[in-house]
């Protein structure tokens, strides 16, 4: 199953949620014995003695209608972009909720927070598709070749915002996307019409007073496929590049480019005209942009199994990394990062492959995976990475979904819940996720003797729809490895990194959010030579 133009994304992502309401490289088996002689003696996790965490359950489903709305925290997520205006974090998403209770109450919804824990859901950024919209759509349809009738009243589906301050303004990019049929009304023989990227702007987010600006992309054909489908299974994509999932940046030098793409012959960036926000012409295809990462060859595969760019400039390193979001979205969904000192690329792999002509994209930031004593989560992707600008600390948000036929909750594929972490930087300058969400964990003096003890350990290997779980590994006194993974460690405690058989990791206090009773533990995250992540977590 995949996705990309916008039948195809609807067909997914709408009609799994309207389902409800008509109603590894290291996955072995946790060892089952243990030699006593080897058994660790645990020394405890530093305890905050007043920290109390997060209790908010990941199993929302009891409180997830529109009238429950003030208690979803962080539920409900889908697709976030997250900005900070004055002493608020607030958060925009995809209309995307457990049931479609969102329906019929506005569009992009947001919520704000002050502690990137605890959010306040604030409603719609929007209330109605802007007429502009269906005008831009008509005017295109009556210049085709032979000229198409009007569509008099478009379905609409309202994807994947991204906000950004930009001088003394807010902007928001917003992708609005007609799910008609090119022509007649089966999407087995046409192609869904086109995909618009808007552009609404605000001085003071808290206000909410939103003045539209208008259209910024649009998906544009080629001319080089039809937009005739010769069955489901036709994925020669129509547009060249699917104007979807918005990702805006300013470069050093003040330039300013829109990021943007969703399957169809990979991601484009655009450069925009600062004053406007907008492209400075689009009277070409070329106007559109140019390709900056795909995935395979685009003369051979234009369907490229990757969206959601998010993109961010890191000055300490000067470099550009693109994160990537590959498959489909219910379960498979990973991120990935490729990185560049060009704006334009070429963005490269760890192993210095180019992603902007089509090499599979390293490091796997995340992956469908699972602690013990958890269903886990799949669906982890379309991130939004932000910095603190007081401490700096940069985070990684995004949706992430329980796995498919948990017991006792109905399409659980559908449970979508917001998850923000911190990313940290390897020595080489790579970043990588914390293994469990923020809640604000006090930070303590971690000793070597802390690292001693139980901990579950993940290697995320890349496995399409399947969860990499973890296993028990035991860190002895005298810097041995065992249990599901063999071999040694060592802690640098002036640093806080771990290295866990030759991979540099590092150590934090965290919140153990799979627990019976959650409570503080120690993570750790890292990367091995191939890109993929390493995640443990102390559970004893």
């Not at 530093?46 to 209790?55: C, I, K, V």
Request: proline share 6%; charged share 15%.
């Amino acid at each position: 199953m995949k996705k990309a133009t916008a039948f195809v994304k609807n067909t997914i992502q709408l009609g799994l949620f309207m389902l409800i309401i008509t109603m590894l490289s290291c996955s072995k088996d946790d060892p089952t014995t243990t030699d006593p002689s080897t058994t660790p003696t645990p020394t405890p996790t530093p305890t905050p003695s007043t920290f109390a965490g997060p209790t908010y359950p990941d199993n929302y489903t009891a409180n997830a209608s529109w009238g429950n709305r003030m208690q979803w925290n962080l539920a409900n997520l889908h697709d976030p972009s997250v900005e900070k205006s004055g002493e608020y974090y607030y958060m925009y998403q995809t209309d995307a909720s457990y049931g479609n209770a969102h329906e019929g109450n506005g569009h992009f919804f947001y919520r704000r927070s002050k502690d990137l824990i605890n959010w306040e859901f604030m409603g719609a950024a929007m209330t109605q598709a802007p007429a502009w919209v269906k005008d831009s759509l008509n005017n295109k349809r009556a210049r085709m070749n032979p000229a198409l009738p009007a569509i008099t009243n478009p379905s609409y589906g309202f994807w994947a915002p991204c906000v950004r301050k930009v001088g003394n303004v807010y902007r928001m990019y917003y992708s609005i996307v007609v799910t008609n049929p090119i022509v007649g009304t089966d999407t087995n023989t046409s192609w869904t019409e086109r995909a618009f990227i808007g552009l609404a702007e605000t001085s003071d987010l808290a206000s909410n007073n939103w003045t539209d600006k208008g259209m910024v992309v649009c998906s544009e054909p080629d001319g080089v496929k039809s937009y005739v489908r010769n069955g489901g299974n036709d994925w020669d994509a129509y547009f060249k590049f699917n104007a979807i999932d918005p990702s805006f940046i300013q470069t050093p030098e003040g330039e300013q480019y829109l990021v943007y793409g969703s399957w169809h012959s990979g991601i484009a960036a655009v450069k925009l005209n600062p004053a406007t926000g907008k492209p400075y012409q689009l009277k070409t295809i070329d106007d559109y942009g140019v390709r900056i990462a795909g995935r395979g060859n685009v003369n051979t595969n234009r369907w490229q199994a990757l969206e959601g760019p998010e993109i961010i400039y890191n000055p300490d390193t000067q470099y550009y990394y693109l994160f990537l979001a590959y498959d489909e979205l219910s379960v498979a969904y990973n991120t990935r990062v490729a990185r560049s000192k060009n704006i334009l690329g070429p963005y490269v792999t760890i192993s210095g492959q180019s992603v902007t002509t089509g090499a599979e994209t390293w490091p796997i930031v995340t992956h469908p995976y699972s602690f013990n004593n958890h269903t886990g989560w799949v669906g982890f992707g379309h991130c939004a990475v932000f910095q603190d600008p007081t401490s700096k600390q940069w985070y990684y948000a995004s949706q992430a979904r329980l796995p498919e036929g948990v017991a006792g909750i109905a399409v659980s594929n559908a449970v979508m819940m917001g998850h923000v972490r911190e990313i940290e930087w390897t020595p080489d300058g790579w970043p990588v996720v914390a293994p469990e969400r923020y809640a604000g964990v006090p930070k303590t003096s971690i000793t070597e003797a802390n690292i001693i003890g139980t901990w579950e350990f993940i290697t995320m290997n890349y496995q399409y729809k399947t969860m990499q779980k973890a296993v028990t590994v035991y860190m002895t006194a005298d810097k041995k490895v065992s249990g599901g993974v063999t071999g040694t460690w060592a802690y640098d405690s002036s640093t806080k990194i771990l290295t866990f058989n030759g991979n540099k990791c590092i150590v934090k206090d965290a919140w153990d959010w799979e627990a019976s009773t959650r409570k503080v533990t120690l993570t750790f995250t890292g990367l091995n030579s191939g890109g993929q992540s390493l995640w443990g977590k102390k559970s004893n």
